[in-house]
């Protein structure tokens, strides 16, 4: 079972990306200077989360229609070991990394999923594995299930690849948005 990609494995692997993953991926087959990155792919959260707690799920309150996860267990030795060799080869100088979700349905054309899964920046390389529950949790949050609920989204979330990428000490940082974030007009850059 794949539990890691790395860019050179994105083309044959694109279904198990998500969105961040996948924009990372179409900008380093075309030779733009990005940090270094790899995923996890939801396959490592399944293979760390024992299936007895993957359905042990309780109805969310405020949504008795939907489920919610309770917890993520603590990374299976499988997965703790892949990952503990791709943060090697990703940061032999042992650089802080960028954890992040990176979810089937996010950045997509019709939903966003802005701010509903958990991010997290400058991670020293022991915290990763907790800060990858995390992020796995955050895609079954109440606040996500909401979301789902609120755009008509069918059917329960998939748990979120995780994107790991080496940071970077900027000089300057920024966000563009091809359109207006607001009203989705495309004529408009912001």
Same mark, same amino acid.
């Given at each position: 079972?794949?539990? *890691?990609?790395?860019?050179?494995? &994105?083309?044959?692997?694109?279904?198990?990306?998500?969105?961040?993953?996948?924009?990372?991926?179409?900008?380093?087959?075309?030779?733009?200077? *990005?940090?270094?990155?790899? %995923?996890?792919?939801?396959? @490592?959260? %399944?293979? &760390?989360? $024992?299936? @007895?707690?993957? %359905? &042990?799920? $309780?109805?969310?309150?405020?949504?008795? $229609?939907?489920?919610?996860?309770?917890?993520?267990?603590?990374?299976?030795?499988?997965?703790?070991?892949?990952?503990?060799?791709?943060?090697?080869?990703?940061?032999?100088?042992?650089?802080?990394?960028?954890?992040?979700?990176?979810?089937?349905?996010?950045?997509?054309?019709? $939903?966003?999923?802005?701010?509903?899964?958990?991010?997290?920046?400058?991670?020293?390389?022991? #915290?990763?594995?907790?800060?990858?529950?995390?992020?796995?949790?955050?895609?079954?949050?109440?606040?996500?299930?909401?979301?789902?609920? #609120?755009?008509?989204?069918?059917?329960?979330?998939?748990?979120?690849?995780?994107?790991?990428?080496?940071?970077?000490?900027?000089?300057?940082?920024?966000? &563009?948005?091809?359109?207006?974030?607001?009203?989705?007009?495309?004529?408009?850059?912001?």
């Amino acid at each position: 079972m794949t539990f *890691i990609l790395f860019p050179e494995d &994105a083309p044959n692997f694109a279904d198990q990306l998500g969105g961040k993953a996948s924009a990372l991926a179409a900008l380093t087959l075309h030779d733009f200077p *990005i940090p270094a990155w790899f %995923v996890l792919t939801p396959a @490592a959260c %399944v293979g &760390a989360t $024992h299936a @007895a707690t993957l %359905v &042990a799920c $309780h109805p969310a309150p405020t949504h008795p $229609h939907t489920l919610s996860l309770q917890s993520v267990s603590p990374l299976s030795p499988q997965v703790q070991t892949a990952l503990t060799h791709a943060l090697a080869q990703l940061c032999p100088q042992c650089d802080r990394v960028a954890v992040r979700s990176s979810a089937l349905d996010e950045d997509g054309i019709s $939903h966003s999923f802005a701010g509903q899964l958990e991010s997290f920046l400058n991670v020293p390389l022991d #915290q990763v594995a907790d800060r990858v529950q995390q992020v796995w949790q955050s895609g079954f949050s109440d606040r996500l299930l909401a979301y789902r609920q #609120q755009h008509q989204l069918e059917g329960l979330p998939q748990p979120p690849a995780v994107l790991i990428q080496r940071m970077v000490d900027a000089d300057v940082a920024g966000v &563009a948005f091809s359109a207006n974030p607001v009203t989705g007009q495309r004529g408009m850059a912001v």
